[in-house]
């Protein structure tokens, strides 16, 4: 099978998806076996692992002469940050607060800038003005953890306001975040997906389909809608245009995540358990 998407990006869609719910822990063995359907080589598994072990998002440990690798707390805290979004059955509610933040990173620790700046994106900010970035969701707990990780507590003023003008909440947020542009996203997405879908439907509840495509169809859908991630803010409801596709793409992702779920769990399952047994019988 041709390799489709970045080893590095699969594995965290597997640890998110199937393995922190394993307790947490995977042998290389069994990674390599499950990245094998998506066509990646043991080669470009063990240097992606080696990665993120690098950068702090797993760790590993030895048992014999087997490496096991598990997320670290900062992999766990990311994770459960992005489960809770992929998986959000509505928009959040909003108290009408704005959160602000406002940073003067010098220019010798601008590599801290621009890791800052990733993240922020990342969380759902958007760019006010230079430096200065807002977010109508209350994530003190992710701003704090930022500034601890980064070690930037003295170039850092954070704030909770409310919005007195000179323009509407509505046109403050078309400055900060190109909705349009994640609608188009959110459509294209909805175009492809539920056809699948459709497709899908019937095969799968007739057994038509192995559990090991399953479980590849589940990781690209999951894999796919991810990428919302990245550029959805997750807005409150009143903060969103009238012709929202955000919560039909939402419902279309939980529905055919469903229809897949317990075959590619399955799938998982026998591949990780294989590994285990492994070691008990070493």
């Known amino acids: 099978?041709?390799?489709?998407?970045?080893?590095?990006?699969?594995?965290?869609?597997?640890?998110?998806?199937?393995?922190?719910?394993?307790?947490?822990?995977?042998?290389?063995?069994?990674?390599?076996?499950?990245?094998?359907?998506?066509?990646?080589?043991?080669?470009?598994?063990?240097?992606?692992?080696?990665r993120m072990h690098k950068q702090g998002w797993v760790q590993s440990e030895k048992i014999g002469n087997k490496s096991y690798y598990s997320l670290t707390e900062r992999g766990r805290a990311?994770?459960?940050?992005?489960?809770?979004?992929?998986?959000?059955?509505?928009?959040?509610?909003?108290?009408?607060?704005?959160?602000?933040?406002?940073?003067?990173?010098?220019?010798?620790k601008r590599h801290l800038r621009d890791e800052l700046r990733k993240e922020l994106v990342w969380s759902g900010f958007g760019l006010l003005s230079n430096s200065c970035w807002i977010t109508p969701n209350p994530l003190e707990d992710q701003i704090n953890r930022l500034v601890t990780k980064y070690g930037i507590n003295d170039y850092v003023s954070?704030?909770?306001?409310?919005?007195?003008?000179?323009?509407?909440?509505?046109e403050l947020v078309a400055k900060c975040w190109d909705i349009d542009d994640l609608n188009d996203h959110y459509?294209?997405?909805?175009?492809?997906?539920?056809?699948?879908?459709?497709?899908?439907?019937?095969?799968?509840?007739?057994?038509?389909?192995?559990?090991?495509s399953c479980f590849v169809k589940a990781a690209?859908?999951?894999?796919?809608?991810?990428?919302?991630?990245?550029?959805?803010?997750?807005?409150?409801?009143?903060?969103?245009?009238?012709?929202?596709?955000?919560?039909?793409?939402?419902?279309?992702?939980?529905?055919?995540?469903q229809l897949l779920q317990n075959p590619a769990n399955r799938f998982f399952e026998s591949v990780f358990e294989l590994g285990n047994v492994h070691e008990t019988n070493k």
Do not use: C
């Open 78 to 108: 990311r994770m459960e940050e992005a489960s809770n979004r992929i998986y959000k059955s509505k928009s959040p509610s909003w108290d009408g607060m704005w959160r602000m933040l406002v940073y003067t990173i010098p220019e010798n």
């Open 220 to 257: 690209m859908l999951v894999h796919q809608y991810r990428k919302f991630l990245f550029i959805d803010p997750n807005l409150p409801a009143e903060l969103l245009p009238e012709k929202w596709l955000g919560d039909s793409a939402a419902s279309l992702f939980s529905d055919y995540y």
């Open 1 to 50: 099978m041709e390799k489709q998407f970045n080893t590095r990006s699969m594995i965290f869609t597997l640890y998110g998806d199937y393995i922190r719910h394993h307790g947490n822990v995977i042998w290389i063995g069994s990674l390599i076996r499950l990245l094998k359907e998506f066509g990646h080589n043991e080669m470009s598994v063990r240097a992606a692992i080696s």
């Open 187 to 212: 459509s294209q997405f909805i175009q492809e997906y539920s056809q699948k879908y459709v497709i899908d439907k019937p095969k799968i509840e007739k057994g038509e389909i192995s559990d090991g």
């Open 158 to 170: 954070f704030f909770r306001s409310t919005y007195e003008g000179m323009s509407t909440n509505q």
